[in-house]
Structures are given as structure tokens and as C-alpha cells.
């Protein structure tokens, strides 16, 4: 199954099935791209964990070793975006790259997560772009202007439940129709559960939030005007554009 949160002609915000284009509310129905209603991220997380270097193509084509444990950060409510928006990318900046992940929607409070549970906690999958400002993310350790500005994590366009997602399920950036990135879920160098269980040895994870699992390789600089197209299978795509001032 899938869902979709949305504003309604009303102004109210909604969350119903998704199915077919089209995403249903009692006896309401829309068409998903349709001007009458106003996408929103699936999730209202309190935070977004992402993943570092946790496909090892990608950590090669950045010159960098793969980690032995998994590589934490963070990005904060502020830097959600959904499907169909406009990114406005911080001004200046000589690199501003997509980064194609596979979102892990949490569905309860948990701490302490054992790995043979805790897919017991996910409520589903969704599309993640994780943006990132490489100019300033080579320059700091904790990566806030790299990794949190506003925007930088469009979400969406739904969440599906983790029957709907293969094992092996791709993860795709396409740029202006070009395909950019190509992946998989069974690439993960720390698969989801391992993830689960060491995020939640050091902090509490709220219904919400999301874990974003890492990159592909094949990342790469956007330009003003850009279209990206960020798809999971099972998920469907999620679609933004890029403004840069």
C-alpha cells in the first residue's frame, strides 16, 4: 500500500491512499500532479538521519575509504522539500550535487533497537534527494552548511509499505531525462537493520522521521533550472526543480 499527505482545495492537510496517479480521501479523490492540490512530504519528521559512504562505488569515486562502522548525520525539518517544488540551492556555490537514497520512514518512538527487530519499526519507504553544497561540506567537520540548508532533503512522493519495495530494489537519478545514478537497495554496505540498531544505540528515533541510506555512485553538479528525478523501485518518483539565485 501506499500513501500520500497533501493540502485539499480546503487548505486542510490529508493523508490517503495513494493508487493508480491518484490519491484517495473518503470520497475525494485527486490526481497526484493535479493544480488542485499541494504535495507535501509524506513524513513531518523531527529529523532525518543520513547515511555517509554507504555504497562502496560511491565511496571510491570520492576518493574515500569505506567506513567500519556507519557514517551519521544529520539534517533537521527545515531542509524538507516535496515533490514538485522548486529547490532554491544556496547562491555562489561551485558544486551543488543530487544524491539518489532510498528513505526509511520510522513508525513508532524506539530506542535500542535489536537488528532482528527492527523492521519491526518501519513503517515504510520513500524517495530522498540528498543535497549537498560540497563547497562548504569539504571545508567543516559537522557539515551543517553542507548538508542542512533549507530544501536540502526533497521527500516524497509517497510512502509505501515495505511489501511494496524489493530486496533489491533500484535507486535511480535521472537529471533533466538523462539517467545519472543507478543502484540498489542490496548494495548497502550496512543493510537497513543494521542501521535501525546503530542509530538507536545513541539517540531516540520519533514516528516520522526518516533514515536516508546512503548514495549510489554517479553523483553529480546541478545547474539552475535543473529537473531532477529521484525513483525507487516500488516507491515511484519523486520530481523537483532547482533554482539557484
Same mark, same amino acid.
Given at each position: 500500500?501506499?500513501?500520500?499527505?497533501?493540502?485539499?482545495?480546503?487548505?486542510?492537510?490529508?493523508?490517503? +491512499?495513494? &493508487?493508480? *496517479?491518484? $490519491?484517495?480521501?473518503?470520497?475525494?479523490?485527486?490526481?497526484? /500532479?493535479? #493544480?488542485?492540490? @499541494? !504535495?507535501?512530504?509524506?513524513?513531518?519528521?523531527?529529523?532525518?538521519?543520513?547515511?555517509?559512504?554507504?555504497?562502496?562505488?560511491?565511496?571510491?569515486?570520492?576518493?574515500?575509504?569505506?567506513?567500519?562502522?556507519?557514517?551519521?548525520?544529520?539534517?533537521?525539518?527545515?531542509?524538507?522539500?516535496?515533490?514538485?517544488?522548486?529547490?532554491?540551492?544556496?547562491?555562489?556555490?561551485?558544486?551543488?550535487?543530487? +544524491?539518489? &537514497?532510498? *528513505?526509511? $520512514?520510522?513508525?513508532?518512538?524506539?530506542?535500542?533497537?535489536? /537488528?532482528? #527487530?527492527?523492521? @519491526? !519499526?518501519?513503517?515504510?519507504?520513500?524517495?530522498?534527494?540528498?543535497?549537498?553544497?560540497?563547497?562548504?561540506?569539504?571545508?567543516?567537520?559537522?557539515?551543517?552548511?553542507?548538508?542542512?540548508?533549507?530544501?536540502?532533503?526533497?521527500?516524497?512522493?509517497?510512502?509505501?509499505?515495505?511489501?511494496?519495495?524489493?530486496?533489491?530494489?533500484?535507486?535511480?537519478?535521472?537529471?533533466?531525462?538523462?539517467?545519472?545514478?543507478?543502484?540498489?537497495?542490496?548494495?548497502?554496505?550496512?543493510?537497513?537493520?543494521?542501521?535501525?540498531?546503530?542509530?538507536?544505540?545513541?539517540?531516540?528515533?520519533?514516528?516520522?522521521?526518516?533514515?536516508?541510506?546512503?548514495?549510489?555512485?554517479?553523483?553529480?553538479?546541478?545547474?539552475?533550472?535543473?529537473?531532477?528525478?529521484?525513483?525507487?523501485?516500488?516507491?515511484?518518483?519523486?520530481?523537483?526543480?532547482?533554482?539557484?539565485?
Amino acid at each position: 500500500m501506499k500513501y500520500a499527505r497533501f493540502r485539499d482545495p480546503a487548505g486542510a492537510v490529508r493523508r490517503g +491512499e495513494y &493508487e493508480n *496517479g491518484a $490519491v484517495h480521501f473518503g470520497t475525494e479523490s485527486y490526481d497526484l /500532479e493535479s #493544480d488542485e492540490i @499541494d !504535495v507535501l512530504p509524506p513524513t513531518e519528521p523531527s529529523k532525518i538521519v543520513c547515511i555517509g559512504r554507504n555504497y562502496a562505488d560511491h565511496a571510491a569515486e570520492l576518493d574515500s575509504e569505506v567506513p567500519d562502522r556507519p557514517l551519521l548525520f544529520l539534517k533537521p525539518p527545515n531542509a524538507l522539500a516535496a515533490h514538485g517544488d522548486t529547490v532554491t540551492l544556496p547562491a555562489g556555490k561551485e558544486r551543488i550535487d543530487h +544524491e539518489a &537514497e532510498l *528513505g526509511v $520512514v520510522i513508525g513508532e518512538q524506539c530506542r535500542h533497537v535489536a /537488528e532482528a #527487530d527492527a523492521m @519491526d !519499526v518501519v513503517e515504510g519507504f520513500t524517495c530522498v534527494n540528498d543535497l549537498s553544497n560540497r563547497d562548504d561540506q569539504r571545508q567543516e567537520q559537522n557539515w551543517v552548511r553542507g548538508k542542512a540548508f533549507d530544501g536540502a532533503a526533497p521527500i516524497g512522493p509517497v510512502l509505501a509499505t515495505p511489501d511494496e519495495v524489493p530486496a533489491d530494489a533500484s535507486v535511480q537519478t535521472r537529471v533533466n531525462g538523462e539517467l545519472k545514478q543507478d543502484g540498489s537497495r542490496e548494495q548497502l554496505i550496512f543493510p537497513i537493520p543494521e542501521l535501525i540498531a546503530e542509530i538507536t544505540t545513541y539517540l531516540t528515533l520519533e514516528p516520522g522521521d526518516v533514515i536516508a541510506t546512503g548514495t549510489p555512485e554517479g553523483v553529480g553538479p546541478l545547474s539552475d533550472g535543473d529537473t531532477v528525478e529521484i525513483e525507487v523501485e516500488g516507491v515511484g518518483t519523486l520530481e523537483h526543480s532547482v533554482r539557484i539565485p
